[in-house]
């Protein structure tokens, strides 16, 4: 399991992905949460603006990324 730190309340489910270098920029977010398989939490979700906060697992390529605050 991959540690993704954060330092505010939550991230975007877009900023995640740029985070954790699945996508190399936000304009490329779309196109791929509208193609990717991505689970949050169990549950399949594809919305840029979904919120990501500490404690959220986030499964997506076959990893799995932990939300942790960054202390």
Known sequence: MKEIP???EYITLSQFLKLASIIS???EAKSYLKNGHILINGEEDNRRGRKLRVGDKIEVLNEIYLIVNES
């Open 6 to 8: 954060i330092y505010t």
């Open 25 to 27: 920029t936000g304009g």
